[in-house]
Each structure stands twice: as C-alpha cells, then as structure tokens.
C-alpha cells in the first residue's frame, strides 16, 4: 500500500502563491502518472496539473502560466502563482503508480487540502 499525504493548503489573497506538498510513503512503488485534483462547492472534480514518471507536464488551460507541477523522488510539488478566487478548492494528489512488488498498478489518493483565495 501506498499512502499520499498533502500540505501546504491555507488562505491567501488574490494574486498570491501557494505550494502545495505531496509526500508518498509506503510500498516501494514506480509512477506512471502524479496528478493534482481540484474539487471546488458544488462542481466536479477537474484535473489540474500532471507529471509523468519521465518528468513530462500537462496543465489545465485554467492554470497554464499560473501552476507549476514538479517532483523530487517520492514528493510532488504543485507551486501556485497569480491565484484567483476561482481557484478556491479542495486540492487532491493523486498517484497512478504500479507496486513494484505485484507489478500491479492502482490509483491512490490523498485526503486534500483546502486552498482559499479570498481578501
């Protein structure tokens, strides 16, 4: 088993920054994809920012040139510049990774972190 646990969520203006830290422990694991969620009152749960186990990035539209995604080992990063109000949400990691003892690959999730942008 694997276990995702995120920090670095809080209150900040519009037009601050904000990183969010995602720790993985547990298995020995290898990651297909590390993902960012977002699940803002009322919508459904959007992705946000990928990072392949090879380094590659993708973003929403949303966050492109605002959101950094980024790794270091077992830790994901997501540096969030520029923040809006609609950027209020609950922030989830994900982690689609293979257990390298099994071979077999699964979704793992965080429990999220709160991230409010308000004055």
């Known amino acids: 088993q694997v276990q995702l646990v995120e920090s670095g969520g809080g209150l900040v203006q519009p037009g601050g920054s904000l990183r969010l830290t995602c720790a993985a422990s547990?298995?020995?694991?290898?990651?297909?994809?590390m993902n960012w969620y977002r699940q803002a009152p009322g919508k459904q749960r959007e992705l946000v920012a990928t990072?392949?186990?090879?380094?590659n990035t993708n973003y929403a539209d949303s966050v492109k040139g605002r959101f950094t995604i980024s790794r270091d080992k077992n830790t994901v990063y997501l540096q969030m510049n520029s923040l809006k109000p609609e950027d209020t949400a609950v922030y989830y990691c994900?982690?689609?990774?293979?257990?390298?003892?099994?071979?077999?690959?699964?979704?793992?999730w965080g429990q999220g972190t709160q991230v409010t942008v308000s004055s």
């Open positions: 990072i392949t186990g090879g380094g």
């Open positions: 994900n982690g689609d990774l293979i257990i390298m003892a099994t071979m077999y690959r699964s979704d793992y």
């Open positions: 547990g298995s020995r694991f290898s990651i297909y994809t």
